[in-house]
């Protein structure tokens, strides 16, 4: 999801040869992107910096065995995730906002244009 959501945004990601990214590399895709096109006070950008510090701790040491996170801290950190994403979903169309631009000017919004980011 968060890969679509870079997409459908026109998120940033650095290049690498191999085409893969980690979760933490698209997540900060994301919330560079949105902090420029909605600003860094936009509740939505909070968000993501208020997911920022248990998001990273688990995305760079979820393969370390020596590492654990317990079921709650996974699932506080899935609950975090699924808030973010919930703002970006529309329950009238069923689909995630997508960046635009038409005749210059710049929209975050459903297809239905119900649901409206900027």
């Known amino acids: 999801m968060l890969q679509e959501l870079c997409e459908r945004l026109q998120a940033e990601v650095k290049y690498n040869r191999r085409n893969e990214f980690t979760l933490y590399e698209l997540y900060q895709a994301l919330r560079a992107r949105l902090k420029k096109k909605i600003g860094s006070d936009h509740f939505i950008v909070k968000l993501l910096n208020g997911f920022d510090?248990?998001?990273r701790n688990f995305s760079d040491h979820y393969k370390d065995t020596s590492t654990t996170?317990?079921?709650?801290e996974i699932l506080d950190i899935l609950n975090k995730w699924l808030e973010i994403e919930?703002?970006?979903y529309c329950p009238e169309c069923n689909?995630?906002?997508i960046y635009q631009k038409i005749n210059g000017v710049?929209?975050?919004l459903c297809p239905c244009g119900k649901l409206k980011i900027k």
């Open 53 to 55: 510090t248990g998001f």
């Open 69 to 72: 996170f317990s079921s709650q």
């Open 86 to 88: 919930n703002k970006f």
């Open 95 to 97: 689909r995630f906002v």
């Open 106 to 108: 710049e929209t975050i």
